[in-house]
């Protein structure tokens, strides 16, 4: 009975925060209300492209809530290339931001390419990328 009354409310919460939004506070901007997928719990310092919850210091002790309840993974292939795609559309020439993206996509890659055999739950091709997403046991 308990069990079942927290799957419901675990429900409704997730049902909640994918309908709306999260308080992104102003850190040297302006303060805004974004989408839970365009969020990651955490990521590199370069970043950009999703908001990471975990370096916003009101956020920080919701662990539990953003990464089980709500699912919030850390950043990963998808959210990379993402940042590529801004630095594209931004003209920016930034080299150096765009080295540290590469780097770290190919650190990541060399992890998971000798990492044992893992399962993906889904296979996903979306504007050019494969999505490998893994259950989010985060």
């Given at each position: 009975?308990?069990?079942?009354?927290?799957?419901?409310?675990?429900?409704?919460?997730?049902?909640?925060?994918?309908?709306?939004?999260?308080?992104?506070?102003?850190?040297?901007?302006?303060?805004?209300?974004?989408?839970?997928?365009?969020c990651v719990w955490d990521g590199?310092?370069?970043?950009?492209?999703?908001?990471?919850?975990?370096?916003?210091?009101?956020?920080?002790?919701?662990?539990?809530?953003?990464?089980?309840?709500?699912?919030?993974?850390?950043?990963?292939?998808?959210?990379?290339?993402?940042?590529?795609?801004?630095?594209?559309?931004?003209?920016?020439g930034d080299i150096e931001h765009?080295?540290?993206?590469?780097?770290?996509?190919?650190?990541?890659?060399?992890?998971?390419?000798?990492?044992?055999?893992?399962?993906?739950?889904?296979?996903?091709?979306?504007?050019?990328?494969?999505?490998?997403?893994?259950?989010?046991?985060?």
């Open positions: 009975m308990l069990g079942s009354a927290i799957d419901n409310l675990t429900f409704f919460v997730r049902e909640y925060f994918t309908t709306k939004h999260v308080y992104i506070p102003a850190t040297g901007g302006q303060a805004s209300w974004v989408k839970i997928e365009e590199p310092q370069w970043l950009t492209a999703k908001h990471k919850l975990k370096s916003i210091p009101k956020y920080s002790d919701f662990e539990f809530l953003f990464r089980t309840v709500l699912q919030v993974c850390d950043a990963g292939y998808p959210d990379f290339f993402a940042e590529l795609e801004n630095l594209r559309k931004q003209q920016a765009a080295r540290a993206v590469y780097e770290h996509l190919w650190k990541d890659f060399e992890r998971d390419l000798f990492a044992p055999a893992q399962k993906y739950d889904c296979v996903r091709y979306d504007k050019g990328v494969y999505d490998m997403s893994r259950h989010c046991t985060c």
